[in-house]
């Protein structure tokens, strides 16, 4: 007891300095843990991105894009993250670029009439009158059909007013399915009714050549198609009227 007393009183202040150091040594590395910096999070985004190119006025195939997560400070102004059902290209992409929206139409709400044209086919302007149309209620994306006044097979050709020097005419089909694609320059909304109307059609380039033709010969009666209505048998056109 005597030694423990005698090593106490010569090795007390050293005890209590090793003590001190360990005591500051753990203060210190917890302070340091306190103000380790916090990892900073960057915002992503999933974004579409061309992996093959796709010409201009074309549907995207899916195997021509894919998605991928970009920081948002890398993706470009309005880019697009929707769905691409049912979207065309204005213009044609290259590879390796994100799809923004200036790059994109969809033929049923795009307010261009171009756009609004299936592959292959011309806008038409086909005017009515009230008495000639479903006055009032044709409006854009229906369909029509075209009645016109010809003469029976073998008769003479009908004029202009629809008359004909050697026989009566007779009412036909000329052209159906027709999509309305605008009304007096609406590419939406109702029309009013008591004027008239200017239809701009979706037509072949075939189909116009026939009424432009069939325009100077005959008059036309516009009907409105039900919606997914069976279309019948027209009469070539040639039948009708003799080409110039």
């Keep these: 007891m005597?030694?423990?007393?005698?090593?106490?009183?010569?090795?007390?202040?050293?005890?209590?300095?090793i003590l001190l150091v360990v005591v500051g040594v753990y203060a210190g590395l917890r302070f340091l843990a306190s103000t380790k910096a916090v990892p900073v999070t960057t915002n992503t985004a999933t974004v579409w991105v061309v992996t093959q190119p796709v010409p201009a006025d074309a549907p995207i195939p899916p195997?021509?894009?894919?998605?991928?997560?970009?920081?948002?400070?890398?993706?470009?102004l309005n880019a697009y993250q929707g769905s691409l059902a049912g979207l065309y290209t204005t213009e044609a992409l290259p590879q390796g670029v994100p799809l923004v929206t200036t790059d994109l139409f969809s033929p049923a709400t795009s307010d261009l009439i171009p756009n609004r044209l299936p592959k292959g086919d011309v806008a038409f302007n086909f005017s009515t009158s009230p008495s000639t149309a479903v006055d009032g209620v044709i409006a854009p994306g229906d369909r029509i059909a075209l009645l016109a006044l010809v003469p029976p097979a073998g008769k003479a050709g009908s004029t202009a007013s629809g008359t004909s020097s050697t026989a009566s005419n007779q009412s036909v089909v000329f052209m159906q399915g027709l999509n309305v694609l605008a009304v007096n320059g609406a590419l939406s909304g109702a029309v009013t009714p008591g004027g008239g109307e200017q239809l701009i059609l979706a037509v072949t380039p075939a189909q116009a050549e026939a009424?432009?033709?069939?325009?100077?010969?005959?008059?036309?009666?516009?009907?409105?198609?039900?919606?997914?209505?069976?279309?019948?048998?027209?009469?070539?056109?040639?039948?009708?009227?003799?080409?110039?």
């Excluded at 005597?2 to 300095?17: A, E, H, N, P």
């Design 63 to 76: 195997s021509s894009v894919q998605t991928e997560t970009w920081p948002v400070k890398l993706l470009p």
């Design 2 to 17: 005597t030694q423990v007393g005698s090593w106490w009183k010569v090795s007390r202040w050293l005890v209590i300095g």
């Design 211 to 244: 009424l432009v033709y069939a325009e100077a010969h005959t008059t036309f009666t516009v009907v409105l198609e039900a919606p997914h209505q069976k279309l019948g048998t027209v009469a070539p056109y040639g039948t009708q009227w003799p080409k110039p």
